[in-house]
């Protein structure tokens, strides 16, 4: 839902991954957007949320920027539903962790190459073929059975394409939630 000038995801079911994509296709693009989880998470599990890039529309086929509360992220690819680790976790200073802290997420497409960044901070380059083109959205995993429901917010989210084209969130956006089963 979108309130207060931002995008929220609340969890809802287990095992589902609310996302929401742009309309437009881009292969050369720069995707940001300011994120914080609000709430959510049992003891000792860590739900993920991020960005898929080159995307269908579909969580099937894509690349993931996937970031978790406690300042770890991992970057992976999805083929036909079939995932893979492109960069496993890792930890970063670059991520806050502290309880509804803010991280602004940048991705950079350029041909084969992606770049991945935190507040400001070079993450992973990867170079990989498998996506050239698609569509940029965001995403949250939604646990459901932690105490408190997974609430991740969404601010400032721009997408500037290969064209030059500057489009801010609700420009050319999806909001219904779709979910898919992982």
Known sequence: SVKEDAYFMTGTQSNYIPYSMYDKESSDFAFRADVK???????????????????????????????????????GKSIDGAFTKLVDWTFSDALRSDP????????????DKLDFYANGTFLASIEDSSHPAGKCGFFAVDA???????????????????????????????????????
């Not at 429901?149 to 721009?158: A, E, T, W």
């Not at 394409?161 to 089963?181: F, Y």
């Open 144 to 182: 459901a059975s932690s105490a408190e429901p997974d609430i991740v917010q969404f601010d400032n989210m721009i997408l500037v394409t290969e064209e030059n084209h500057c489009i801010p969130l609700g420009a050319d956006v999806s909001l219904s939630v779709a979910c898919a089963e992982y």
């Open 100 to 111: 509804g802290a803010w991280n602004t997420l940048k991705a950079v497409g350029k041909k």
């Open 37 to 75: 989880k609000v709430s959510g998470d049992n003891e000792g599990y860590v739900y993920g949320y991020g960005f898929f890039l080159r995307g269908d529309g579909t969580w099937r086929n894509n690349y993931e920027f996937n970031v978790v509360k406690d300042g770890r992220y991992m970057i």
